[in-house]
């Protein structure tokens, strides 16, 4: 099985970095996702991590060190509409995925 | 443009009640996915499929069954439903090939009296 673990909260103020930290236990891992929902939303994928190291997308970047069990999300520039619940998500090694309980991030203006 | 839609947007229902929950995708996806999401508990997977007529216990399939009997059609059903089933349901897909992605309708938020 798998769990993993995320900050409940993030606030942040527009323009600002923030990091969102994903540790994960698992038996069988292949790669660590991450999903943005807003509130009445549905979940939307942002990235994926297969590999140790940095992936970019635009204002959004993930991170994965498969030796620490540890990714994150980083969110840059931030803007109001980046106000959401934030998702890591492991894959393992059937392919479905385990999401973390997930981090809502506020941002302030 | 990807869809993943479901059949209520808001449900209510009596306990005891049967309660079927359906999805589909356009996609001509091979996998589909029945979650549960719950404040503080995240999504929990309770079945899925990876192909037609197939099914696969996720992690909380207690009180649950699926159907699928068509490709882009999954069904998740109630057999008698009870209140610790008041949740957010949502049914996802994805490509067997690109298999990180996941595509997620909007829920069904099932109320059970």
């Known amino acids: 099985g798998q769990s993993l673990e995320q900050p409940s909260e993030v606030t942040a103020v527009e323009g600002a970095i923030v990091q969102i930290n994903c540790t994960y236990q698992?038996?069988?891992?292949?790669?660590l996702s991450w999903y943005q929902q807003h509130d009445g939303g549905a979940p939307t994928f942002l990235s994926y991590?297969?590999?140790?190291g940095l992936e970019e997308t635009g204002r959004f970047s993930s991170f994965l060190s498969r030796s620490d069990s540890y990714g994150y999300l980083l969110l840059q520039e931030l803007q109001m509409k980046d106000s959401a619940s934030y998702f890591c998500a492991a894959s393992g090694s059937a392919r479905q995925l385990t999401f973390g309980s997930g981090t809502q991030l506020t941002v302030l203006p | 443009d990807v869809k993943v839609t479901q059949s209520s947007r808001y449900l209510v229902k009596r306990t005891g009640e049967k309660v079927f929950l359906e999805c589909v995708q356009d996609m001509d996806h091979e996998n589909m996915f029945w979650y549960r999401q719950d404040p503080g508990l995240g999504l929990r997977l309770i079945y899925f499929?990876?192909?037609?007529?197939?099914?696969e216990k996720g992690d909380i399939p207690e009180g649950y069954s699926v159907s699928r009997e068509k490709k882009e059609r999954f069904s998740l059903i109630l057999e008698s439903a009870s209140t610790n089933q008041t949740s957010m349901y949502l049914c996802?897909?994805?490509?067997?090939?690109?298999?990180?992605?996941?595509?997620f309708g909007p829920g069904t938020r099932l109320t059970v009296t």
């Open positions: 996802a897909s994805r490509d067997r090939i690109v298999s990180y992605e996941q595509y």
């Open positions: 991590n297969a590999l140790d």
């Open positions: 698992t038996s069988g891992f292949y790669g």
């Open positions: 499929s990876y192909d037609v007529k197939m099914k």
